[in-house]
């Protein structure tokens, strides 16, 4: 088993930037891609970007390529989402996952965090 708690959401303005966090847990996860998603009520949990966790391997979605990174895991296990210049349709709750397959897919992933939500204002 893996957990994930993400932290680190809230409101910002467009423009400004905010880093959230994925504390993992519970197995070697030197294997696995860790990625984030991100879900609007009412619509699918889609693909944000991704990262596996021993090697330098880095995905994005279009609609933040440029915008968001993800560094490389640190010495607690956290894997972070750095966001730059946000736009109000970046909020959203965002969601961490893990996976040794890893993907663009959620049903790629078997291991969730709980959600952090991201409000950006105009």
């Known amino acids: 088993q893996v957990q994930l708690v993400e932290s680190g959401g809230g409101l910002v303005q467009a423009g400004d930037s905010l880093r959230l966090s994925c504390a993992a847990s519970?197995?070697?996860?030197?294997?696995?891609?860790m990625a984030w998603f991100r879900q609007a009520p009412g619509q699918e949990r889609e693909f944000v970007a991704a990262?596996?966790?021993?090697?330098?391997?880095?995905y994005y979605a279009d609609s933040v390529k440029g915008r968001f990174t993800i560094p490389r895991a640190n010495a607690k296990n956290t894997v972070d989402l750095q966001m730059n210049s946000l736009k109000p349709e970046d909020t959203d709750v965002y969601y961490c996952?893990?996976?040794?397959?890893?993907?663009?897919?959620?049903?790629?992933?078997?291991?969730w965090g709980q959600g952090t939500q991201v409000t950006v204002s105009s």
């Open positions: 990262r596996t966790w021993g090697g330098s391997s880095t």
């Open positions: 996952a893990a996976d040794t397959r890893g993907g663009w897919s959620t049903g790629d992933y078997d291991y």
């Open positions: 519970g197995r070697t996860l030197t294997r696995y891609t």
